[in-house]
Nanobody, 123 residues
Framework: QVQLVESGGGLVQAGGSLRLSCAAS????????MGWFRQAPGKEREFVAT???????YYTDSVKDRFTISRDNAKNAVYLQMNSLKPEDTAVYYC?????????????????WGQGTQVTVSS
């Protein structure tokens, strides 16, 4: 069982930045693909970004050139740097881990999930 704990959410004005962190409780963290998803009120959970175990990244179009996903295998952590935030980025952000380690964009393919952290962007 892998536990994931997100942190770093909060309230920020449009145009501002936040850095989300996700700490994983597994010694085999480096073998997992890691992803970030978000869910706004009344909407389905949507893919944001993923990083494979080899460090390859992939983003949804709406966050390209604004968000950066990265990982630190020595710290068992994955990060999401969010710049130029917009009100439409407001959501609960979830960290997820997937055993196969590849580029995974579908939420059902992920094996473990964190509890989420709220990001609110004011206009």
């Amino acid at each position: 069982q892998v536990q994931l704990v997100e942190s770093g959410g909060g309230l920020v004005q449009a145009g501002g930045s936040l850095r989300l962190s996700c700490a994983a409780s597994t010694r085999t963290f480096s073998s997992y693909a890691m992803g970030w998803f978000r869910q706004a009120p009344g909407k389905e959970r949507e893919f944001v970004a993923t990083i494979s175990r080899g460090g390859i990244t992939y983003y949804t179009d709406s966050v390209k050139d604004r968000f950066t996903i990265s990982r630190d295998n020595a710290k068992n952590a994955v990060y999401l740097q969010m710049n130029s935030l917009k009100p439409e980025d407001t959501a609960v952000y979830y960290c997820a881990a997937e055993r196969a380690g590849g580029i995974i964009v579908r939420a059902p393919s992920y094996d473990y999930w964190g509890q989420g952290t709220q990001v609110t962007v004011s206009s």
